[in-house]
Structures are given as structure tokens and as C-alpha cells.
């Protein structure tokens, strides 16, 4: 277990590094990235997934499903840090 959250920090640094903006995020922008989201249809699936893992139960396409849901919730989470910070710069600077 250990080694997947190693290697879904690594995945997540890179992902951190991959995504730059040029130049700074309007509010506008940071406003519209932090609306981002899951479906609720997704998110039941992911709450079904999980349920799965937990009992041991995934077939192998659910696992490749549940890590991608994975890794697409670390770009989310990333995209929604890097707006919630130019926010709260542009609501310091103001």
C-alpha cells in the first residue's frame, strides 16, 4: 500500500510541475477552475469503486478505472490550489 502512495505523490508532483499558466490567473479564471467537478453519476461510481477495494473485490478493468478516477482527481486538486492561490494573491495585492 505503501508504494501507491508513493507513486501517487510522484504522479501528483509531476502533474504540479506539468501544469503552468502563462502569465497570472484572472479571478474570472480561478473562478470558472474551482467549478470543476465530478458528476454525480462519477462520483457514485467512485464511491462503488472504492466499496469494491475495500472488500477486495475489483476486477482488473475497475482497477484501471479507480486509478484513473485517481489521477484525474489529483490534476483537480491541483488545478483548484493553483486558483485558491491567485485569488487570495489578487485579493492581497488589492
Same mark, same amino acid.
Given at each position: 500500500?505503501?508504494?501507491?502512495? #508513493?507513486?501517487?505523490? =510522484? ?6 510541475? &506539468?501544469? +503552468? *499558466? ?7 479564471? &480561478?473562478? =470558472? ?9 462519477? #462520483?457514485?461510481?467512485?464511491?462503488? #469503486?472504492? &466499496? ?10 475497475? +482497477? %484501471?478505472?479507480?486509478?484513473? *478516477?485517481? +489521477? %484525474?482527481?489529483? %490534476? #483537480? ?5 493553483? =486558483?485558491?492561490? =491567485?485569488?487570495?494573491?489578487? +485579493?492581497? &495585492?488589492?
Amino acid at each position: 500500500m505503501q508504494t501507491d502512495s #508513493l507513486t501517487t505523490a =510522484a504522479n501528483a508532483a509531476i502533474w504540479e510541475r &506539468a501544469i +503552468q *499558466f502563462e502569465g497570472e490567473i484572472s479571478p474570472t479564471a &480561478a473562478r =470558472a477552475l474551482l467549478k470543476l467537478r465530478f458528476s454525480e453519476p462519477d #462520483l457514485q461510481r467512485m464511491r462503488e #469503486l472504492s &466499496a469494491k477495494a475495500r472488500s477486495g473485490t475489483l476486477t482488473p478493468p475497475e +482497477q %484501471v478505472q479507480i486509478d484513473t *478516477f485517481e +489521477q %484525474v482527481s489529483c %490534476v #483537480l486538486d491541483i488545478l483548484h490550489s493553483k =486558483a485558491r492561490r =491567485a485569488l487570495k494573491q489578487r +485579493q492581497a &495585492a488589492s
